[in-house]
């Protein structure tokens, strides 16, 4: 991998906008919570994933039964997404696919792929940037951070001893949504189930962004009928 936080970066920029997003729902939290997962750990009776990010919604009915035992809290998985390099686009939507059909509670798959200029490889054993590199003291990781360009999304390559380590033309941003037979179709490029977008060199987020406007809604319209099927009178939702 490149010598960039692409997994961790902007799954970590997603979950700051839902956490701003669910902090102004009015639910109660004692009985619902919404919480966003970075590369942690998700399982069903046949296998175990390690998504980049995942959202899970977890529903503890109020303790009314009168019994010593709490009832056990249910965890709902609703959002997966992956983030990668686009040559291993394939790699994730299968992934995506495999997770998908292990949890029928998702609503929503998202897809972040970055395309390179040219494919990264790192320098060859015993080449002169090896050789610069083994011999001079250890980098710090801010050098290997692209330049951003004033005024603009763009940002330039790294390029450090005379070696290309990272070189983004692309940004591109793509959301699945779930079908009304309850799954999802990763061929199947729909403006019902599918839509993407740029985040550079272009701004193009138009339908992207009315897709997670629609997933955010979603959500919503889940806590409230998971407080409404808790029992809890009217005010309380």
């Known amino acids: 991998m490149p010598p960039l936080p692409i997994h961790e970066q902007p799954a970590a920029h997603l979950m700051k906008a839902v956490n701003n997003f669910t902090e102004a729902i009015p639910y109660n939290r004692l009985l619902i919570n919404i919480t966003m997962h970075l590369n942690h750990h998700i399982q069903n009776k046949d296998f175990t994933n390690i998504p980049d990010l995942h959202l899970t919604v977890t529903a503890q009915p109020p303790d009314d039964s ?67 590199l083994c011999s001079a003291p250890s980098l710090d990781y801010e050098e290997f951070i692209p ?58 987020m138009g339908d992207t962004e009315r897709m997670l406007d629609d997933a955010a809604v979603n959500l919503k319209r889940y806590t409230v009928s998971l407080m409404e099927g808790m029992g809890l009178e009217e005010s309380a939702i």
């Open 147 to 204: 330049a951003r360009i004033k005024k603009s999304l763009k940002f330039g390559l790294v390029e450090i001893a005379s070696h290309i380590w990272i070189d983004i033309s692309e940004v591109r941003y793509s959301i699945y949504k779930c079908g009304t037979d309850g799954r999802f179709d990763f061929n199947n490029k729909d403006a019902a189930t599918f839509t993407e977008g740029t985040l550079h060199p272009i701004l193009q």
């Open 66 to 132: 009168g019994f010593d035992e709490m009832e056990i809290a249910k965890l709902i998985l609703k959002w997966v997404r992956e983030s990668g390099l686009s040559s291993d686009t394939d790699c994730m939507v299968r992934k995506l696919s495999i997770t998908c059909n292990g949890h029928q509670d998702i609503n929503y798959a998202f897809v972040m792929s970055f395309k390179e200029r040219t494919r990264w490889q790192q320098p060859k054993e015993g080449s002169i940037t090896t050789q610069q």
